[in-house]
């Protein structure tokens, strides 16, 4: 009886971590800490792989990692143990008492729903699509693209002690390439042409936006903000 019953829990154990081995992409967060902000507008994605979480601010890279461990309707992250509260092929509630509950939807899951997929031109002969916070391109290295392209070390002629915004478009094919990147709002011609150099030394470390299960095209924005330094806002 005693092993039955060993196996029937190491059974329900692996299909919990089954289950929650995806990405689930936030719908709303109860705070009940004071000292907690509502940070319920942001956007916030967990994705879990083998014993890591890599968290999300951002739809098309990962911030950040910390381990995770299951067992039965307790999930470890990190020092905090948080109560599995549901857990289905497309929800996840988790809570930890005296902090905060926060509800997810999986990330395959929405892409079954209709979204307002908008197509935004042709490249190459295939459409191409807007990237929206559901139809999205992926970095694949674990960290934010900026960390990657905006090499503080590189001689320009831009001064980043000053306030400005460098604004800019690309597109990732459904090979994970980057192709026909465009500056919208430049700062300095020596600091755009280093981006975009930059940038360029991604392609094929992305992997494509899917639609119905198929890769496609995507178009990205990308925007980096500089504060003077000043300003303590």
Not at 4 to 9: G, K, V
Not at 154 to 160: E, F, G, K, T, V
Not at 171 to 179: A, M, N, Q
Request: proline residues 4%.
């Amino acid at each position: 009886m005693v092993i039955l019953f060993l196996l029937a829990f190491c059974k329900i154990s692996i299909a919990q971590e089954k289950l929650l081995k995806r990405s689930w992409i936030k719908r709303s967060i109860q705070e009940f800490s004071k000292l907690q902000q509502n940070t319920d507008s942001t956007y916030l994605r967990y994705t879990f792989e083998n014993s890591h979480l890599l968290i999300a601010f951002e739809p098309a890279w990962h911030y950040t990692t910390m381990p995770f461990s299951v067992k039965r309707d307790k999930l470890t992250l990190g020092f905090d143990q948080w109560t599995i509260e549901e857990l289905t092929d497309s929800t996840l509630i988790i809570f930890l008492p005296g902090f905060r509950r926060i509800s997810f939807h999986a990330e395959d899951y929405l892409r079954t729903i209709d979204q307002a997929i908008v197509q935004v031109g042709e490249f190459n002969g295939k459409p191409v699509y807007k990237a929206t916070e559901i139809i999205t391109p992926r970095y694949k290295k674990p960290n934010a693209l900026i960390n990657d392209i905006n090499k503080q070390d590189r001689a320009d002629d831009y001064n980043i002690r000053n306030e400005g915004i460098f604004l800019m478009s690309f597109i990732v094919t459904d090979e994970g390439k980057i192709e026909d990147p465009k500056i919208i709002k430049s700062v300095a011609a020596g600091y755009d042409a280093g981006i975009v150099k930059e940038l360029r030394k991604t392609s094929k470390q992305w992997h494509p936006a899917t639609l119905k299960g198929r890769p496609i095209q995507t178009l990205m924005v990308f925007e980096i903000k500089f504060l003077n330094s000043l300003d303590q806002r």
